[in-house]
């Protein structure tokens, strides 16, 4: 109500929510911008610098390249928990199978934009082109990321997990030293709890 005498009185313009969106993700793109001066592609996951970066809306081209050479394999080389959070159909029903780093996708006035890197950006645009670029998600270079809920989880939890699932390794770093040992280099040094 408050917002509509101002509107009314100083002419301000009450934001629709599409407005309220594009807001947001211009907003989140300029802080992770302006954050560490680099931007992620999403076929790849590797951190660019902007200039390297091409924005692209999510065309029929794009799709159909993606879907050709993006798409994950049919056999089990990628773990299931990796697919689940890599796939991309929940941003475009076409990009079903595809692997891609959905944080670099944004939705802009109704269609996806992408960020790719210049390398990904040439691979996917090759209408001939067969093979994943080197680097990757979907040619095995994926890095996944914790569950909500594990980073959370306490020593006890930790050696908990390790007693059920004796062949999963979970390691925290807790310390990174960096010490001059000897004339010759520099040692690091980095201190973690594991469990196997």
Same mark, same amino acid.
């Given at each position: ?6 509107? =009314?009185?100083?002419?301000? =313009? ?5 407005? @309220?969106?594009?807001?947001? @993700? ?13 931007? +992620?592609?999403? !076929? ?6 902007? %200039? ?10 794009? !799709? ?7 798409? &994950?394999?049919?056999?089990?080389? !990628?773990?299931?928990?990796?697919? =689940? ?12 199978? +595809?692997?891609?780093?959905?944080? &670099?996708?944004?939705? +802009?006035?109704?269609?996806? !934009?992408?960020?790719?890197?210049? %390398? ?6 090759? %209408?001939?082109?067969? =093979?994943?670029?080197?680097?990757? @998600? &979907? ?25 059920? &699932? ?6 925290? +770093?807790? %310390? ?21």
């Amino acid at each position: 109500m408050e917002l509509s005498k101002m509107d =009314k009185a100083m002419q301000f =313009k009450i934001p629709t929510k599409q407005d @309220i969106a594009r807001i947001q @993700i211009t907003a989140s793109q300029q802080l992770q911008q302006y954050a560490d001066g680099s931007v +992620v592609c999403c !076929v790849c996951e590797l951190h660019y610098a902007r %200039e390297n970066v091409k924005s692209c809306t999510l065309s029929d081209v794009l !799709v159909k390249n993606s879907v050709r050479i993006l798409r &994950a394999p049919g056999n089990a080389e !990628v773990p299931s928990f990796i697919r =689940k959070q890599y796939d991309a159909s929940s941003l475009d029903s076409r990009l079903s199978g +595809v692997l891609l780093y959905l944080p &670099a996708i944004s939705n +802009v006035d109704g269609s996806s !934009v992408m960020e790719i890197c210049a %390398e990904c950006f040439k691979c996917t645009s090759d %209408e001939t082109n067969r =093979k994943p670029p080197a680097f990757s @998600i &979907a040619n095995g270079n994926y890095v996944g990321w914790w569950p909500d809920n594990m980073p959370s989880l306490s020593r006890t939890d930790e050696q908990a997990i390790a007693l059920v &699932a004796p062949c999963v390794s979970l390691s925290t +770093v807790t %310390e990174h030293f960096r010490s001059r040992t000897n004339y010759d280099g520099w040692q690091h040094d980095i201190r973690a709890r594991s469990s196997l």
